[in-house]
């Protein structure tokens, strides 16, 4: 492949991975101080961004080969579990090898608690901190994280920043979940920069946040009293939000780019923004145990997985890697989580894989995150398939300000609405109606009118729940 025109020179860098004296971030390297170790880490990503498949992958099994000898030793999880898969230290870390490790479930992860957690980190990888997910679906989990690993993270989060070439300097606007009492309508929080990370290296820009229990009136009115260049919150909130804004005619003045993060981005949503703001949306995908699966290509709109930072898999229901257009299941590997590592981790979610990215860089590619694997429609036959509902006929409903379709069982579909007046009949049979062709089969669907719909604890909402046990299901 040619190199890209946006490259310097059009030149692509020579596949040059820098020594260290670390063997345990053996890549990226980690050089210098550790005041400069972000910036350090962040120069080599700029470079391995355009190295090829293959030369990732020999860098990637490199640093996990790194971390399977440290699982091995310190963490009790992992001893036994290497050595009955035939993973031993004296043996080359090669993909058939990789692939013979069995994967680690949530329930698993859950269950082991502290036998994940590594008996002592290597020297230098900082100090250990609590990682907890927000648990939007009951069921919470805790994890720990190390200085090491909080570097590479910051450091992609910069490159992020780099490849949507944003204005340091400008103001960013948070709406998320924010620590009890904290962030709070109408006046919100106020920092003189964006982040220590983003401040260390490229200097000041103010950041404002609001909590997300705020309602979508009162964000509206708070951004339009707070005029950012940028906004970061959840699709959910952002879709609230935008059906509120299109109903008032209300325009944010000042704001070039919207941000999205943890939950699952729907391209109805992109329409959305597009038609109220005129603007286009910069999605991530990340998990709090396992720091940034996939990033927005700045040109081609897809998804690049930061293979420098983790390994991650897409697998089918054998387990074999799906190929270009195939869905499959998420599975990944965090390099650099040496205080709890997740060997294989099966994060409980479903991509598309994509083809090469016609920008050049030679990070993998998802077309699409579908959604979690443990949310899924179930058929009257046991079958499992992702809920493909869609968003744009209730977006389309004016009067309609929230949704949440929760699976109860396999004849009951409940539609819970929070609306200003109730739908009519005719409404309400053709909402229905939809709901079924989309689903390919005619499920029961009752539908309920609510005040409001809860969040999670961490703030997330999910736009369709599944109650049904998954034993004894198989997926499509």
């Known amino acids: ?147 090491a690993f909080q570097h590479v993270w910051d450091a992609l989060t910069l490159r992020e920043h780099l490849w949507h070439q944003r204005d340091f300097g400008a103001k960013l606007a948070a709406i998320r979940s924010f620590p009890n009492g904290t962030a709070e309508y109408p006046a919100g929080i106020r920092s003189a920069f964006w982040n220590s990370t983003v401040s260390q290296i490229f200097g000041d820009g103010p950041a404002v946040g609001l909590h997300i229990g705020a309602s979508a009136a009162e964000q509206a009115e708070w951004l339009q009293r707070e005029q950012p260049t940028y906004l970061l919150t959840y699709p959910s909130a952002l879709r609230d939000l935008l059906i509120h804004c299109r109903a008032h005619g209300i325009r944010i003045a000042g704001l070039r780019q919207v941000r999205t993060l943890s939950e699952l981005l729907s391209p109805d949503l992109r329409d959305l923004c597009r038609e109220v703001w005129g603007l286009e949306i910069v999605d991530l995908y990340s998990a709090q145990e396992t720091g940034y699966l996939a990033m927005q290509c700045p040109e081609e709109g897809s998804y690049h997985v930061p293979s420098e930072a983790v390994l991650l898999e897409v697998l089918d229901a054998a387990g074999r890697p799906c190929g270009v257009g195939e869905v499959g299941e998420v599975v990944v590997t965090p390099l650099h989580n040496f205080a709890m590592p997740l060997l294989r981790y099966a994060v409980g979610d479903l991509a598309e894989v994509g083809a090469p990215c016609p920008c050049g860089r030679g990070l993998p590619v998802l077309n699409r995150i579908l959604g979690r694997t443990r949310d899924m429609l179930v058929f009257p036959d046991g079958r499992r398939a992702w809920a493909q509902l869609g968003t744009s006929q209730f977006t389309r409903i004016a009067c309609l300000r929230q949704f949440q379709i929760v699976q109860h069982a396999v004849d009951d579909l409940e539609i819970k609405l929070v609306a200003e007046r109730e739908l009519t009949a005719e409404e309400e049979a053709e909402l229905r109606s939809t709901m079924q062709a989309r689903c390919g089969h005619p499920f029961p669907i009752r539908i309920t009118y609510h005040a409001s719909i809860p969040r999670s604890a961490g703030g997330k909402f999910q736009d369709f729940i599944c109650r049904i046990p998954e034993a004894g299901a198989t997926a499509r």
Do not use: N
Not at 25 to 44: F, N, T
Not at 74 to 84: G, I, K, Q, S, T
Not at 115 to 125: C, R
């Open 1 to 147: 492949m040619p190199p890209p025109a946006s490259r310097p020179g059009g030149r692509r860098p020579a596949y040059c991975p820098l020594p260290t004296t670390d063997p345990t971030m053996a890549w990226p390297a980690r050089l210098g101080p550790p005041g400069l170790a972000k910036l350090a880490i962040l120069l080599q990503l700029e470079e391995s961004q355009w190295w090829s498949p293959a030369e990732l992958l020999t860098q990637q099994l490199r640093q996990a080969a790194a971390l399977l000898d440290h699982a091995r030793r310190e963490v009790p999880f992992y001893r036994d579990r290497l050595a009955r898969a035939g993973i031993a230290a004296e043996r080359p870390l090669t993909p058939e090898t990789w692939a013979c490790m069995p994967l680690l479930s949530r329930a698993e992860l859950q269950a082991a608690g502290e036998a994940l957690h590594a008996g002592a980190l290597p020297p230098g990888h900082g100090l250990l901190y609590e990682l907890a997910t927000s648990g939007a679906t009951g069921r919470p989990l805790k994890a720990r994280g190390s200085g």
